[in-house]
């Protein structure tokens, strides 16, 4: 991709025969779809040459489950590596967090001697299983909510827009991403980041809108606007690192642990804040709040279906509930994640490698796009390109497939005592296909909606 055009990209695709066809590229998703139709459509390996390096595609989910298991010539590992260098980690952490530690080391158990980038998920995985961390994360997260969404709170924001006394009309995506950052922020480490920068949580949603540059290690002469507004952001976390622990109140268990971790390492302040910026990362309220409020009667299905949780006008909504027994939300959940997902994974190719027959060749990239992925019409329907509520409550089957690879995760959030509605007749938002993301792809356009009381 170093020959460009504006922000087209002159690319090859590569058959396993080798044979090359141009092709000016400005859309990431459709040049993966042009490059699975050019190849025939089988859903077979193909490859992409660019600038001299060539990068394997998996459309198949077969293929994808292969390359899941093979842990020994298909490193996920040097992907993370070269992506910690081009955020501007220093060499020292690096090698630092790629080190296997003793078994018997203080701090988190290590039985396996694994190194702290492999242990750091076990640490977040025991943050998030069912048990009194995952309770006390939850339970932060529903207060910062029940503040947040106050009517009041609602007025507040610099970008609402009053509509009358007993309403507030606010840009969806905006509202979106700003709630749902500010509560994650909230949640993890406690009220004292916002109090060392209020605009913490923009100046994210900043970096977030570049930090594909990331994933596709540009160099940093292409990328200034990106780590310009990193800088900005890690300003603020080394401030909160440099306070002591018990200075600070509020937090996830999983940030402080961490931390010990990381300065039993000996590593700096600033790799610190690098590290833990990752903890912003996935968000998707605002498709899921887009599709439901262009749907009367989904939103109607939805909003009886989770009067349950409300009752006795409990202000903490029962989690369990909403995951177990509201099958429409959750199918509506899962269409949105189908429909809005716009990640890849990747691997370093550190050996020959054979999937479905083809050779992948040491020293390239394999790339794994989830959206490709979602839109197979073999697996979803041939209706791939709508919002189907039902999909997968028609089929159950659909989530324990192959070719369902959610990214992200997340709990999904419900509408609380304020209804939602559109201000006005617009035209639903069009995703950003031409830009990838790390996560959830982002929107071309803005929906603005009116926020007022539910009546009973």
Request: proline share 5%.
């Amino acid at each position: 991709m170093i020959v460009t055009q504006g922000s087209q990209f002159l690319i090859r695709f590569v058959r396993a025969t080798l044979v090359d066809m141009p092709l000016i590229a400005t859309n990431s998703d459709k040049l993966l779809e042009r490059g699975r139709i050019y190849c025939g459509n089988t859903r077979e390996p193909f490859a992409i040459s660019i600038a001299g390096g060539r990068l394997y595609v998996l459309t198949k989910a077969s293929d994808v489950a292969e390359a899941y298991r093979n842990i020994r010539t298909l490193s996920f590992d040097i992907f993370v590596q070269e992506m910690l260098k081009t955020l501007g980690n220093t060499a020292f952490c690096i090698d630092q967090m790629y080190r296997p530690l003793p078994t018997d080391k203080a701090g988190f158990p290590n039985p396996h001697s694994k190194p702290l980038a492999t242990l750091a998920r076990d640490m977040h995985l025991q943050q998030l299983y069912p048990g009194k961390l995952l309770d006390a994360l939850g339970h932060e997260f529903d207060k910062l909510f029940d503040c947040y969404l106050q009517l009041d709170s609602l007025h507040d924001l610099g970008y609402a827009r009053a509509g009358d006394r007993d309403s507030v009309v606010l840009p969806l995506m905006v509202w979106c991403s700003d709630v749902f950052t500010r509560a994650g922020q909230g949640a993890y480490f406690g009220p004292l980041l916002e109090e060392i920068d209020p605009q913490m949580t923009w100046k994210f949603l900043e970096f977030d809108e570049l930090s594909y540059q990331i994933q596709f290690q540009y160099p940093k002469w292409l990328s200034t606007k990106m780590h310009k507004a990193k800088e900005a952001m890690i300003a603020g976390l080394m401030v909160y690192f440099e306070t002591p622990q018990e200075k600070r109140h509020g937090g996830a268990w999983f940030v402080g642990a961490m931390e010990d971790e990381m300065r039993a390492l000996g590593l700096s302040t600033y790799d610190m804040a690098l590290l833990m910026l990752t903890e912003y990362w996935g968000l998707a309220a605002f498709w899921m709040l887009a599709y439901v409020i262009h749907d009367p009667e989904l939103y109607c299905t939805l909003v009886n279906e989770i009067q349950p949780v409300f009752a006795n006008d409990a202000k903490t909504p029962d989690a369990r509930y909403l995951l177990e027994d509201c099958i429409h939300l959750n199918a509506a959940w899962n269409e949105t994640i189908r429909l809005s997902a716009f990640s890849a994974s990747v691997r370093h190719v550190t050996e020959d490698t054979v999937i479905s027959g083809k050779v992948l060749r040491k020293g390239s990239r394999l790339m794994i796009p989830y959206r490709q992925l979602h839109f197979d019409a073999c697996v979803f329907g041939s209706d791939i390109e709508s919002f189907k509520s039902d999909r997968f409550l028609k089929d159950k089957k659909l989530t324990s497939g192959g070719s369902w690879r959610p990214f992200g995760g997340g709990t999904t959030q419900c509408p609380g005592r304020f209804q939602v509605q559109v201000n006005g007749p617009q035209q639903f938002p069009r995703g950003e296909l031409g830009k990838p993301v790390l996560g959830i792809m982002a929107s071309k356009g803005e929906l603005e909606v009116r926020i007022e009381p539910r009546k009973a």
